[in-house]
Structure formats: C-alpha cells, structure tokens
C-alpha cells in the first residue's frame, strides 16, 4: 500500500460523537487526499491537501473536516457522526509531477477504514 | 448522469478467458486514463494508466482510449482466478496533476477455475 497506514482500520462509533481517522505516509508525498467508498457510489473525493496546512474541499465535505500539521500525516474529522457516515474511508497520496514517469501524479491509496456510524 | 459511467456487473467468467470491462465518459476534458484492481477489503492499487488516446500493454493488460467515443477500455487475456477482484476505471483532466480524480463504481469480477 505504497507505505501509506490507515488507523483505525475499523470504527463502530454512536450517531453524534466526534470521530478522528488518521493516515500516515512514509513517502513524503505532497498530495495527500481523503475518499469515501460506498455501494452505488464508488469512491467520491471529501477533502484534499496540497502541503502542510493546505487543504481543500472535495466534492462531499459537508459534515467533515481535516487538518495537515505534518508532511506525513492527514486528518479526517467527523465532528459530530451520522449514520450516513457509515462508509469506507481511503486515504491516498500522490507526488506532482509535470515530466518523468506517468506514475509520480498518480494516487496510490491505503487499506481504508471500515466506519460504522450506530 | 455521472461524468464516468461503468457496467458494475457481477461479471463471472471461467479462468482462461478474455475478459474485457469498459467505462464511458462525458467530460471531454479528461486526458488520463487509470484502471485500478481493488480486492476483497484492501485499498485499490494501480493497474494501468494511459495518457490521451491509444492502448498501452503489459503482460495480460491492455488498456484501449478513444476519446472521440469518450470510451476506455481493459481487457485480460488469459484471466486467472488471481484476478478475481473490482476493477474500479478513474481519470482527470489534463493540466494540474492536483485534485480529484473520477471514477467509476467498479465492476466485480469473478474468474473460476
């Protein structure tokens, strides 16, 4: 999984409790990126980062939020969970690049995080 | 519509087959061209990437682009059950290589001995 952790790898949280997910990369990859993974839907975009306290928004980011204090690490926040939550959670990264091998901007994703949100 | 349509199957096959999966796409925008595996409970993990149109090879992968059908294919010859796995389709367009990518759901694929 291209030196990418995932933790918790599972979570069963309570409807309106905070949740943290943490990724950790060891690749020292600019790009970090956070994605849901739900039946119907494949993997839809929540939040990204361009570098250490750049972030962005997705294209489902209502209800979450994330924090980059370090290279290596990217946060998902639920600030207050709902059952709709209940998903798969990947976290990915990828490096720029405008030469080289195709590969260096391609993402390459962790295990994922099992949520279920009761 | 989604911009990136893709059959989600199941698909079952017997092993030896050619097994080929396919996506379209509305975005005309869109200059490359990812297919990813993704087991049972793990993370995808890249297969194939293309960059405009064409196909590219490697091994039993081939990976066809025509972007004026908006149309993307992968085929695997010789499919083992090894390969029994979601091929999940994904691309961008072109310029920054920030942001999100667009996927399809996936398509299931079982290859039985």
Redesign the interface.
Known sequence: ?AG?TQSPRHKVTETGTPVTLRCHQTENHR?MYWYRQDP??????IH?S?GVKDTDK??VSDGYSVSRSKTEDFLLTLESATSSQTSVY?CAI?E???SGP???????????TRLTVL | QKEVEQDPGPLSVPEGAIVSLNCTYSNSAFQYFMWYRQYSRKGPELLMYTYSSGNKEDGRFTAQVDKSSKYISLFIRDSQPSDSATYLCAMRPGGSTLGRLYFGRGTQLTVWP
């Open positions: 999984d990418i790009y119907g839907h494949g993997l839809r975009l990204y361009y997705g294209e990947f990828s720029p690049g405008t195709p590969h260096r901007d391609t993402q390459y994703f962790g295990p994922g």
